[in-house]
């Protein structure tokens, strides 16, 4: 056994998480995929937000012969988060569909990365058919009833420019997938006593502007004031908007609430607004 060397490595990030990294995912060959694998004497390695694949230097040989047979790694990728799809643009593909990515249509960016999309971010054009080749052979019965994220296809080739030949730089072997997350309204409920004062939102970073749009009753026969922004905002894991609750007053203004909470993405849900459905974020505070 000679020594390992990186064959292909696949990362993805997520502007959701502090520091790009999407540490959700899970990584699963195909079937066809863990036989080649088998085959080829190729290792797996699990990083923290990909996947990575080695070859036995010794074996390389091996592994162009089977190269030159169109070898082909599939990998369904699958997120241990529930809510993925609630914080990643351009939310989930519909039913008939997934995302599919592959190593033969790359396109680098401004830093020079090989990304697997051809803009900035991964985007509805990603979507493919259940039904469009090759997920019928990559998919097996049980995936179409808890689907995978999506799905990320490695070529392996001979070329000169093949991940199997020796003159590739590390760069070369490293591809990448970019998502970016959701945005939503952001409604806040002001209930109890805060709802019946003169009450608007102040935003510390001057960015953010509220809306009142009045007052509203909410199951159990509850009051409450509306105060929506007015304008989407990108959802993060940890975010970092700085709101304050504040009551004016004949006095000046007074602060109710020194720091409230942000938007979660437990509580998003689809609204009608100016006639389109947008998505909104729900923060209740009494």
């Keep these: ?19 790009q990294s999407c ?34 230097e010794e074996k390389i040989d091996i592994l162009r012969l089977h190269a030159e047979d ?22 989930a593909p519909p039913d008939d569909s997934i995302l599919f990515f592959d190593t033969q249509r790359v ?4 830093a020079d990365k090989q990304m697997l999309h051809p803009d900035a971010y991964a985007a509805a054009d990603a979507w493919l058919k259940l039904t469009t080749d090759p997920l019928p052979a990559i998919l097996e019965r049980k995936d179409y009833l808890v689907k995978p994220v999506f799905i990320v296809q490695l070529r392996i080739t001979t070329g000169a420019e093949g991940l199997c030949s020796n003159k590739l730089d590390s760069a070369a072997r490293k591809f990448y997938i970019r998502f970016t997350t959701n945005q939503t309204y952001w409604k806040y409920y002001i209930l109890g006593d805060l709802s019946k004062r003169n009450v608007f939102i102040a935003d510390l970073d001057n960015t953010l502007q509220f809306e009142n749009l009045g007052s509203t009753l909410l199951p159990g026969n509850r009051e409450a004031v509306q105060l929506l922004s007015s304008k989407a905002i990108p959802l993060h894991e940890q975010p970092h908007q700085r709101l304050q609750l504040k009551e004016s007053t004949g006095m000046g203004d007074r602060i109710l609430v020194k720091r409230l909470p942000n938007a979660s ?3 998003v849900h689809g609204d009608l607004m100016a006639g389109k459905i947008e998505q909104v974020s729900e923060i ?3």
């Design 1 to 19: 056994m000679g020594a390992y060397r990186l064959l292909a490595n696949v990362t993805v990030e997520h502007a959701y998480f502090s520091g």
């Design 23 to 56: 540490r959700t995912l899970e990584f699963i060959p195909s079937e066809s995929c863990a036989v080649l694998l088998r085959r080829t004497g190729l290792l797996l390695k699990a990083s923290e937000s990909g996947v990575a694949v080695y070859f036995d």
């Design 70 to 91: 169109d070898l082909v790694l599939a990998f369904k990728v699958f997120s241990k988060d529930s809510n993925f799809f609630r914080y990643t643009a351009p939310g």
């Design 107 to 110: 396109t680098r960016n401004a």
């Design 265 to 267: 993405v437990e509580q």
């Design 284 to 286: 209740y505070i009494s």
